[in-house]
């Protein structure tokens, strides 16, 4: 026994130790894998291809109530800022600056594209709240972008500035971390779908 036990020791000196590299690359390694059953899954691809219909949708149809929409509620929000701002249709006049809201400044094609990443197919109310809460961020979001890129614009500052600059802190980390919440929702039901099954793993 005591022979065995002084040749194991031996044997297990002679392995090359894990370090901490390895250890890295070894998780790295673990969550890609849970990430490639997470993308390949059907709730994944239901959800991607809703976010296909939603960008069809939004190209096939005609959103000019939502614009008139967007530039009186953009009109009272300079208003209530302290500038004098004048609309006339989709066209909004502070100064000598001039801009037409169109149907991407509605931020109607974000919200079409996150809204199948927010649901979560849980429980219907839950969904719907968070649905709900998902669109009011963006329209806040967004009645923000407004006011500040037009003010910007009256102020004479460029429109790579004002307008594309801005428009990218905002649409761009909105959509990134829904995304990365729905990857997180997905990979923790995937987890407890695996600890159902017995003998399924991930890795």
Not at 29 to 57: D, M, P, R
Not at 73 to 100: P, Q
Not at 139 to 161: D, E, F, H, Q, T
Request: net charge positive.
């Amino acid at each position: 026994m005591y022979r065995n036990s002084a040749k194991r020791r031996r044997f297990l000196k002679r392995l090359p130790k894990a370090t901490g590299v390895d250890v890295i690359i070894n998780r790295l390694i673990q969550v890609a894998k849970i990430y490639v059953h997470v993308l390949l899954s059907w709730s994944s691809i239901i959800t991607f291809g809703c976010c296909l219909l939603g960008i069809l949708l939004y190209y096939s149809a005609s959103w000019e109530p939502l614009q008139l929409l967007w530039a009186r509620a953009v009109v009272e929000i300079l208003k209530f800022g302290g500038h004098s701002a004048i609309r006339t249709g989709h066209n909004i006049r502070i100064g000598n600056c001039a801009i037409r809201i169109g149907s991407s400044c509605t931020y109607i094609p974000l919200i079409l594209m996150g809204l199948p990443f927010v649901w979560r197919g849980d429980r219907l109310i839950r969904d719907a709240i968070r649905m709900l809460f998902f669109v009011v961020v963006v329209s806040v979001a967004n009645a923000a972008r407004l006011y500040l890129m037009i003010v910007y614009l009256a102020k004479g500052m460029p429109w790579k500035y004002a307008h594309d600059l801005i428009n990218h802190l905002t649409y761009g980390p909105i959509f990134i971390l829904i995304v990365i919440l729905w990857l997180k929702a997905m990979r923790r039901r995937l987890a407890k779908k695996s600890e159902v099954v017995p003998g399924k793993t991930l890795s």
